[in-house]
């Protein structure tokens, strides 16, 4: 599977922990929901394996409330990619264990 292109905003978690995260398109979001059914891992997590920039790595993505995926972006990421609150990230998701 070649996997997913997107580019979303970087967004603050509201509350006392400093997460970030990009949320998966809404169509994207329903695809990775229909092939992974079944197999979804705690709290709905799907694992994949993502590339922003220069950096690459595994991680999960999340179910959120309104039915897309959160995908968590961690502090190295961030400083290595200079990535700040509200810029566009361009991701690149694949779907890990398919």
Partial sequence: MSGY????PMWLYPGEVSWYFV???????????????GRRK???SVRVAV????SSWQ???FP???GTY???????????????E????????QLVDL
């Fill in 5 to 8: 292109r997107f580019t979303a």
């Fill in 23 to 37: 949320t998966v398109p809404e169509g994207i979001s329903d695809e990775i929901t229909d092939l992974t059914e």
């Fill in 42 to 44: 705690g709290f709905g």
């Fill in 51 to 54: 590339t922003v920039g220069g």
């Fill in 59 to 61: 991680t999960s993505v």
């Fill in 64 to 66: 959120s409330k309104d």
């Fill in 70 to 84: 959160v995908l968590p972006i961690k502090k190295p990421i961030r400083l290595a990619e200079s990535l700040a």
């Fill in 86 to 93: 509200g810029a566009p990230v361009r991701t690149h998701l």
